[in-house]
């Protein structure tokens, strides 16, 4: 089915450890976005991409850094994994038209 | 900057009744999206509905509508015939128009929608 992949669903870290999450879309679309999920707090935009080879910084890019080296592709990374970090990870895409964002999945990350 | 608030943290509904969802948002833009989106258990992000701003008509998908009121930067969700699958928290979201910029989403902080069979 078209949409949105992430990998991995679910991951436990330690503390210093470094990890990247991967997110694959097949809808062809040029943006793709990177949120954090926290209790009580909502959806907050850490990295996001307007087209290949592109990124930017979003609303708590701290601790994060992003490739997108390929068009279908937006890899999160974290190079040094805090506890503050545990959260779980929303990838988004979206055309350049003003349709809905398609969202992945999801991955729960626990820093330990 | 642009916000948007979601007043009722949690709400509750009777299977087969009816129930909205209140969001306000803020913005100086009047070229623009807003969205409803439910997240279930699943954790998974769903989208219920979409209005562009400069459509009058307020937007329907099957027992989901909104309305959409521009002047006063309100945009609800009215969820008809409830059942117990809408059990989920329900997020409004805004997202700027127009081609060239990142039309990022600002999001509410959500709903907690309960259905009580």
Known sequence: NAGVTQTPKFRVLKTGQSMTLLCAQDMNHEYMYWYRQDPGMGLRLIHYSVGEGTTAKGEVPDGYNVSRLKKQNFLLGLESAAPSQTSVYFCASRSDRGDGYTFGSGTRLTVV | ?117
């Open chain 2, 1 to 117: 900057a642009q916000t948007v608030t979601q007043s009722q943290p949690e709400m509750s509904v009777q299977e087969a009744e009816t129930v909205t969802l209140s969001c306000t948002y803020d913005t100086s833009e009047s070229d623009y999206y807003l969205f409803w989106y439910k997240q279930p258990p699943s954790r998974q992000m769903i989208l219920v509905i979409r209005q562009e701003a400069y459509k009058q008509q307020n937007a329907t998908e099957n027992r989901f509508s909104v309305n959409f009121q521009k002047a006063a930067k309100s945009f609800s969700l009215k969820i008809s015939d409830s059942q117990l699958g809408d059990a989920a928290m329900y997020f409004c979201a805004y997202s700027q128009g127009g081609y060239g910029n990142n039309r990022k989403l600002i999001w509410g902080l959500g709903t907690s929608l309960a259905v009580n069979p």
